[in-house]
């Protein structure tokens, strides 16, 4: 009876640890869906900032409601001023919009049945959330959900594409024991020895599989690049420039324009909602709240209408300093009085040094002619010892 090759399980039942980590890769998806959740929801908490909210508000509970659930309820339970989650209650009118709203919290011992306007004000996110009361969705919930959700499954198959790099050589056996043997000799070297033996009979077994390395370096590379796109469209959304996360080389006119066009309809609006939400709630219970808006997202979506007014104001600024020597009548008349302070005393300056040197040069001169004088009668004197002709004065 001839024996029979071993089932693909067997094989991977007998396999070495290495094998098992190479084959067997434990990812978790819901851990890498929360940590980017969470990283995309702090970015977006600094998109306004609500300040002079009093101290009975948590501030970081009642974002989270507004950019979460799209909606923060402002009433007041007892004496303080409170921002909680709030579920719709009552009839809807026309257009779906529920008339009542009703608060419950563990802190409480009632449940609240409240009417906006009336006993509550209600903050929306945008201008969408009041006819939307859907489970626990709303404002930037489906844009933080949905770019956390391409991250996560984009950082598996990252992670697969990584872990795939370290694969260099494949083989093809025909039984199992020379699979084992070559599997022990792999996972020495894999270990780090510097050297394996095996039998030269399996050498001849064996046939080398071509592994695609580049194709998996590629891949690397591709999803970087696809992992760096989707943050980029998530900034671009809560108003981030799109070029200062990403090269635009790769995209065409149209998408480019698109994208500057994004942000500002959905910040905006954004911006809007919540400040409107935040003056009835200060007039309501007579608060000073105040929203600001991050300055770099201010910059970037009115960075072209500052510019603009900052190229304009030099000339607006030129204009009163053409009018002021007009209004200097008195200082034009006193500038007569100015030339005797003036320097044109030092203008002869030259004029006098000019003499000096021509004075200076007819002097040199006249040496000159007294030097060669005195040559000629030292040479003279040598020839007539006797001679007593007199010396010349000098002039």
């Known amino acids: 009876m001839s024996k029979r090759n071993p089932t693909p399980e067997e094989w991977a039942a007998n396999s070495l640890p290495f094998e098992k980590a190479l084959s067997t890769i434990e990812l978790d998806y819901g851990f890498l869906y929360q940590h980017f959740f969470a990283q995309l929801f702090r970015t977006a908490l600094h998109i306004v900032e609500i300040r002079g909210a009093p101290e009975s508000i948590n501030y970081d509970f009642m974002m989270m409601c507004i950019i979460l659930l799209g909606r923060a309820a402002y009433f007041k339970p007892e004496q303080d001023l409170v921002a909680l989650n709030a579920a719709p209650a009552g009839k809807p009118d026309l257009y779906y919009i529920p008339d009542r709203i009703l608060v419950t919290n563990p802190r409480f011992n009632r449940s609240y049945n409240l009417q906006p306007g009336v006993d509550c004000e209600i903050v929306y996110c945008t201008s969408m959330d009041p006819y939307y009361w859907g489970r626990g969705s709303g404002g930037m919930y489906s844009l933080i959900s949905t770019t956390a959700s391409l991250l996560a499954d984009n950082y598996l198959s990252l992670n697969v594409a990584q872990k795939n790099l370290r694969l260099t050589t494949g083989f093809a056996c025909d039984d199992q024991n020379t699979y084992l043997s070559l599997e022990a000799a792999m996972q020495e070297a894999y270990d780090g020895k510097p050297f394996f033996i095996v039998q030269k009979s399996l050498v001849d077994q064996l046939e080398k599989l071509p592994v695609y390395a580049d194709s998996s370096n590629q891949s690397l590379i591709q999803l970087l690049d696809v992992h760096k796109y989707i943050l980029s469209e998530y900034y671009a959304a809560i108003g981030l420039s799109e070029s200062q996360q990403m090269k635009k080389e790769r995209l065409i006119t149209a998408e480019v324009e698109d994208g500057a066009e994004l942000p500002l309809f959905n910040i905006q609006d954004m911006i809007d909602s919540i400040t409107a939400g935040i003056d009835r709630v200060n007039l309501m219970f007579e608060t000073e709240m105040q929203v600001v808006v991050n300055p770099l997202i201010l910059r970037n979506l009115y960075g072209d209408q500052s510019e603009e007014q900052d190229a304009a104001a030099p000339e607006l600024e030129e204009e009163p300093a053409e ?50 004088q005195a040559a000629d009668l030292i040479g003279g004197g040598d020839e007539d010892a006797g001679s007593e002709d007199p010396i010349p004065e000098s002039p």
């Open 323 to 372: 009018d002021e020597p007009e209004t200097s009548a008195d200082d034009q008349s006193e500038e007569p009085t100015e030339p005797a302070e003036e320097e044109p005393a030092e203008e002869p300056a030259p004029e006098d040094a000019a003499e000096v040197v021509a004075d200076a040069a007819e002097l040199i001169e006249d040496a000159a002619e007294i030097i060669e």
